[in-house]
């Protein structure tokens, strides 16, 4: 395992796209090349104070020759705000990469269900997965055609993208859900990883209870450190007792494993 | 030539020591993790040395195992945090037989932390850690503030003397009270802690506090109230340490909200033989190595050649 | 045109009610300065008209005139500030000729604070007070900690109730206890405090605390310990106010570390009533303005008509 | 009275000068256009956290043609170190302009007795004096020559500048006080404003009881407000009970008036 650096770093571009949504692009070497899918950093762009703790990000896609990785960015409350208004040539803290990379890629198919800054969580996987040959399926959802994050990047690695929007200003008019069900109908993919949308996840996981797929979720939880001391970041095991810590045993879970919230 | 030389030892006589005594027990310097905020593992071991701090502890244990608070667990606050884990704990067996041996290899002094439901849990935890002869040290977690079994026992002098004196008639090792500050006067505390045997002091635990999610309109934790930690508290526990101080002999383990050598410093200054780092570790996972270093060149640059002289040094007399 | 005016009656229907009621008295929003951090004056006059304000409310007197601590008086902490000011005061005389006045003209209802260093001070102060016809409610400040008279009144619960049933025994005014935060359980003395006659309850005055200049190794306040205040304190004092509104029936005044909208809401949910901001009038001389702004927005936004439905909503039943 | 505003405000330029000075300036057309000799303002560079109250500094000169004004501050803890590294363009939060303007100017001569950051507090009085054609005799003190702080400007206002350092390093070897004392056995001031050293403040309250000179010191205390509110800013009085508050009844005081610590 890649063990995971705090660093100093610096932020060498930023973009948003779309509309509240910032990318930014960090140079830290040993991130960037000791990086896997799967994998998160956390970030902190401000001294003590408040905020106060670092905020987690998946990491897009790392690029070990340049040195530098990619964070997409949802603005949200106060931490997401600070970061997205840092200045090219500013200076953040990163530790990382933290987290299980993923490391199984023997799937006959892959479907990648996402929604909203979700998309950002599976850019990566998506990367290794297209470099090693495997077939990709993306369904990438939203209320509108304006609120698609990193369409771009999966159209990239992605064998097919398949858009659904809630008011059908693009792609197919409704849940994403029926286009990942049609996938696996036409046997194009037994192995799924959601993130972005409770009820993918809800969905994702009776798919695999039903033996139709192996089903991963990316999960969230508030978290302090990232790395295994607070005990913040806990997700109720299903089927036994007690909790995972979404940052040392995920972010990455066979869905079988976890309560999904309702 | 010669004058170099000597200008050289001077500068190397002066280097000052860090070293503390805690309960008869040397600490290599000073500054040691809180309970809970530190996790001994190749992830920390590669930001650095565990060995290279004054003390190593656990997060404190249970006799059986308990599986800790539904999330959320925690929630950030200004300059701090709140947090409600609820001690999840695998229980003593697995601790002495996984983790105990891998603090005891590391060569700082070793802390076990503890806590029991009943009284017959602290006895029995208490003497198990004694008897694998791996502890240096106990201390009874008396304040955690996440459990739902009650208040706290160091909130209520009575229960804080006899569950104290409970113990340390049980067993050698010396034992640290770490207290709750959710008290209306923790000298007294410190007090009866000293009176019921306790060989030091750790203070403080966190404080009883909660936060509201505006949008859910509901307590952002899973357990409703939780513990805050952080820079936030840090005025509060440098005088609960100060005022322990003035009335208590034992040496005190200080900590609330040190982010670094100049907060550690004040704790220091107040009172404190040794210092603990929670939630900064955090944030900062290099913390305590910037706090040990810190603490030196404050020391050298003021001119002492020890951190002893400096304890209690901001008292008024 | 039909559908435009329409919706714009809507619109003014929905405009959410602001108005409280604080033992019988109508606070037209829920916005007021805590005392002792906010002046009436002109330059204060230039920021925003007092008269927007959900009440007013002056510094706490004395009986008698006080020339308050030596400095240092205050000391910034994370996000907080400890302060030893000591209340200096005019005395009662020239606050009632004076200040008393200006307040009563700008129209919001006026809170008096007052404090006694003796049970027959504080008699007299509510009698004179009282009897100038000019104030709406009176606010017992039994919480100050930078006396050094001894403990805060409303630390202990005997003394409390004594002192609350002395001035409410002799009084008509609405009377407010102001609270402590240094005790073990809040809510107890919410409930000794509602049972000596209180009819409301200001919660939270300042925690006690400390802080060391290390440049100077010495406590860095004049008066050795002050009173916390700020951002820092906030999970703490919305513990207090959640607390003591699961056990007493009449209102809250809630207050620690509001610095806008978001803060105040989350007293508000707890279960306050009204809500007071204190050291935030220092870094923005707009807080409160902005924070009467913030809350009818919220309200709006969440489809509330009235800001009393949201009070005390956030307890888990 | 100018009434103080608080306004986000915006840097327009900074410099350091001599190293570990940094002199801002900012664009707020208000406190420009309204501040007086011996006035400050409240300054915050951050948003609430740690720091969290805003700084207090004076004024060293306002220009109300181009509504700007400037500040020249020492590096010393947090708040002034993140005051030093904004950059142009930054926003900052500003409550000015506060405490007492200096109205009198009635003196025959006027000397100005500083040492390090105290000499950016009485340059926009040394230029209204000019401006009236009052003599202005400076006594600028630093430890050693590269030292000395807002020369230029000081040079440029007074009729005479006299510089001691306690290095030799230029001008006088020795005491400020010395030259102050010969300006006065010269006949040349009547009066002396003071700041920026605890012995210059001792001296000038001497000379003043002992009526020499009518002395003036420019004080300091921890501010919480700046306005009134808070009571923090406590300066004991002399020959009677109570304090003074430094914001309000100050900064500049009749050296007779008030207490010198030691
Ligand atoms: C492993 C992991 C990977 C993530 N990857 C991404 C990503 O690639 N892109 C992206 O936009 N977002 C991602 N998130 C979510 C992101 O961390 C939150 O949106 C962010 O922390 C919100 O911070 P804030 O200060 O803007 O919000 P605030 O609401 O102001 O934050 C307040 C507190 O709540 C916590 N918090 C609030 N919402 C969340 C949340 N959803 N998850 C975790 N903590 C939260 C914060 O850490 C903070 O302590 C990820 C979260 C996790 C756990
Ligand atoms: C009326 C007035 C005018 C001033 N004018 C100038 C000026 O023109 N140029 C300049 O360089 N300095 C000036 N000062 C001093 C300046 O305000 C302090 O150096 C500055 O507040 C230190 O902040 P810090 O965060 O760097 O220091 P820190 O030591 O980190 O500050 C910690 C706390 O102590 C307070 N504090 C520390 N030192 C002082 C001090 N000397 N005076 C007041 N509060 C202090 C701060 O406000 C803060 O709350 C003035 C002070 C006053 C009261
Ligand atoms: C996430 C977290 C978990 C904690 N767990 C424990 C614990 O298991 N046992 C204990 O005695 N204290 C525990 N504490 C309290 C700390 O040891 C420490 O007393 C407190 O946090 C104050 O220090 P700080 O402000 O540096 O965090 C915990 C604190 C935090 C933040
Ligand atoms: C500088 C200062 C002076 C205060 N003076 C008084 C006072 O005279 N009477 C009183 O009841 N409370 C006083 N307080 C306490 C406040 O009213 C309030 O209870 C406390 O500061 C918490 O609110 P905050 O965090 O918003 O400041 C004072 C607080 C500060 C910071
Ligand atoms: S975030 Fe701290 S343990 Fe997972
Ligand atoms: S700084 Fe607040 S009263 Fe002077």
Request: proline share 6%; glycine share 10%.
């Given at each position: 395992?890649?063990?995971?650096?705090?660093r100093?770093?610096?932020?060498?571009?930023?973009?948003?796209?779309?509309?509240?949504?910032?990318?930014?692009?960090?140079r830290?070497?040993?991130?960037?090349?000791?990086?896997g899918?799967?994998?998160?950093?956390?970030?902190?762009?401000?001294?003590?104070?408040d905020?106060?703790?670092?905020?987690?990000?998946d990491?897009?896609?790392?690029?070990?020759?340049?040195?530098?990785?990619?964070?997409?960015i949802?603005?949200?409350?106060?931490?997401t705000?600070?970061?997205?208004?840092?200045?090219?040539?500013?200076s953040?803290?990163?530790?990382?990469?933290?987290?299980?990379?993923?490391?199984?890629?023997?799937?006959?198919?892959?479907?990648?269900?996402?929604?909203?800054?979700?998309?950002?969580?599976?850019?990566?996987?998506?990367?290794?997965?297209?470099?090693?040959?495997?077939?990709?399926?993306?369904?990438?959802?939203?209320?509108?055609?304006?609120?698609?994050?990193?369409?771009?990047?999966?159209?990239?690695?992605?064998?097919?993208?398949?858009?659904?929007?809630?008011?059908?200003?693009?792609?197919?008019?409704?849940?994403?859900?029926?286009?990942?069900?049609?996938?696996?109908?036409?046997?194009?993919?037994d192995?799924?990883?959601?993130?972005?949308?409770?009820?993918?996840?809800?969905?994702?996981?009776?798919?695999?209870?039903?033996?139709?797929?192996?089903?991963?979720?990316?999960l969230?939880?508030?978290?302090?450190?990232?790395?295994?001391?607070?005990?913040?970041?806990?997700?109720?095991?299903?089927?036994?007792?007690?909790y995972?810590?979404?940052?040392?045993?995920g972010?990455v879970?066979?869905?079988?494993?976890?309560?999904?919230?309702? | 030539?010669?004058?170099?030389?000597?200008?050289?030892?001077?500068?190397?006589?002066?280097?000052?020591?860090?070293?503390?005594?805690?309960?008869?027990?040397?600490?290599?310097?000073?500054?040691?993790?809180?309970?809970?905020?530190?996790?001994?593992?190749?992830?920390?071991?590669?930001?650095?040395?565990?060995?290279?701090?004054?003390?190593?502890?656990?997060?404190?244990?249970?006799?059986?195992?308990?599986?800790?608070?539904?999330?959320?667990?925690?929630?950030?606050?200004?300059?701090?945090?709140?947090?409600?884990?609820?001690?999840?704990?695998?229980?003593?067996?697995?601790?002495?037989?996984?983790?105990?041996?891998?603090?005891?290899?590391?060569?700082?002094?070793?802390?076990?932390?503890?806590?029991?439901?009943?009284?017959?849990?602290?006895?029995?935890?208490a003497?198990?850690?004694e008897?694998?002869?791996?502890?240096?040290?106990?201390?009874?977690?008396?304040?955690?503030?996440?459990?739902?079994?009650?208040?706290?026992?160091?909130?209520?002098?009575?229960?804080?003397?006899?569950?104290?004196?409970?113990?340390?008639?049980?067993?050698?090792?010396?034992?640290?009270?770490?207290?709750?500050?959710?008290?209306?006067?923790?000298?007294?505390?410190?007090?009866?802690?000293?009176?019921?045997?306790?060989?030091?002091?750790?203070?403080?635990?966190t404080?009883?506090?909660?936060?509201?999610?505006?949008?859910?309109?509901?307590?952002?934790?899973?357990?409703i109230?939780g513990?805050?930690?952080?820079?936030?508290?840090?005025?509060?526990?440098?005088?609960?340490?100060?005022?322990?101080?003035?009335?208590?002999?034992?040496?005190?383990?200080?900590?609330?909200?040190?982010?670094?050598?100049?907060?550690?410093?004040e704790?220091?200054?107040?009172?404190?033989?040794?210092?603990?780092?929670?939630?900064?570790?955090?944030?900062?996972?290099?913390?305590?190595?910037?706090?040990?270093?810190?603490?030196?060149?404050?020391?050298?640059?003021?001119?002492?050649?020890?951190?002893?002289?400096?304890?209690?040094?901001?008292?008024?007399?």
């Amino acid at each position: 395992m890649a063990v995971p650096v705090y660093r100093k770093a610096t932020l060498v571009s930023r973009k948003e796209s779309p509309r509240g949504y910032v990318h930014l692009v960090i140079r830290e070497e040993q991130i960037a090349r000791t990086a896997g899918p799967g994998q998160f950093v956390m970030v902190r762009g401000w001294h003590t104070g408040d905020p106060i703790l670092p905020r987690p990000f998946d990491i897009v896609l790392a690029d070990p020759l340049k040195g530098v990785f990619r964070l997409c960015i949802k603005v949200e409350g106060k931490g997401t705000r600070l970061l997205s208004t840092l200045k090219k040539g500013s200076s953040l803290y990163v530790t990382g990469p933290l987290g299980k990379s993923i490391t199984e890629f023997d799937s006959a198919g892959t479907a990648l269900l996402v929604r909203g800054a979700g998309a950002a969580a599976v850019v990566f996987l998506a990367e290794t997965l297209s470099k090693l040959k495997k077939p990709v399926y993306t369904v990438l959802s939203a209320s509108t055609k304006s609120r698609l994050v990193c369409r771009a990047l999966l159209e990239e690695f992605s064998n097919d993208v398949f858009i659904a929007t809630d008011d059908g200003t693009e792609g197919y008019h409704g849940n994403g859900t029926d286009i990942l069900d049609q996938l696996i109908r036409e046997g194009k993919v037994d192995t799924v990883y959601t993130c972005g949308s409770h009820r993918f996840a809800r969905h994702v996981k009776a798919l695999d209870l039903a033996g139709k797929v192996k089903g991963y979720l990316f999960l969230e939880g508030n978290m302090g450190c990232g790395m295994g001391d607070c005990h913040g970041c806990a997700v109720k095991k299903d089927g036994q007792d007690g909790y995972f810590l979404v940052c040392m045993d995920g972010p990455v879970f066979r869905s079988r494993s976890v309560v999904v919230e309702p | 030539m010669r004058m170099q030389d000597f200008s050289r030892d001077r500068l190397t006589s002066v280097s000052p020591d860090l070293s503390v005594d805690i309960a008869g027990v040397r600490f290599p310097n000073p500054v040691m993790p809180a309970s809970g905020a530190y996790e001994v593992d190749e992830i920390h071991d590669n930001f650095f040395s565990p060995s290279e701090l004054g003390a190593v502890i656990n997060k404190t244990i249970f006799l059986h195992p308990r599986p800790g608070n539904p999330p959320p667990r925690i929630w950030e606050t200004p300059c701090g945090m709140l947090n409600a884990i609820g001690i999840p704990s695998d229980g003593a067996e697995v601790f002495i037989r996984d983790k105990l041996p891998a603090l005891r290899r590391l060569g700082p002094p070793v802390v076990v932390s503890i806590a029991g439901e009943t009284m017959e849990e602290w006895i029995e935890l208490a003497e198990r850690i004694e008897a694998t002869g791996m502890a240096d040290l106990l201390e009874l977690n008396l304040s955690c503030p996440n459990l739902s079994e009650g208040i706290p026992w160091s909130t209520e002098e009575k229960t804080l003397e006899r569950v104290v004196s409970a113990v340390v008639s049980r067993v050698k090792l010396p034992v640290i009270a770490k207290l709750s500050p959710v008290v209306t006067d923790i000298a007294d505390m410190a007090r009866t802690a000293e009176r019921a045997g306790a060989a030091a002091l750790s203070m403080i635990n966190t404080y009883k506090g909660m936060a509201i999610d505006i949008k859910k309109k509901r307590p952002a934790l899973g357990n409703i109230t939780g513990g805050l930690s952080g820079p936030a508290i840090r005025p509060l526990a440098v005088w609960a340490v100060y005022s322990a101080h003035e009335v208590v002999k034992i040496p005190i383990i200080g900590m609330g909200g040190i982010d670094g050598p100049a907060a550690a410093i004040e704790f220091l200054l107040a009172g404190a033989s040794a210092v603990a780092v929670g939630m900064y570790n955090f944030i900062d996972p290099f913390t305590m190595k910037r706090t040990i270093e810190g603490i030196r060149t404050y020391l050298a640059e003021e001119g002492y050649s020890s951190v002893r002289e400096i304890i209690g040094l901001a008292h008024v007399k």
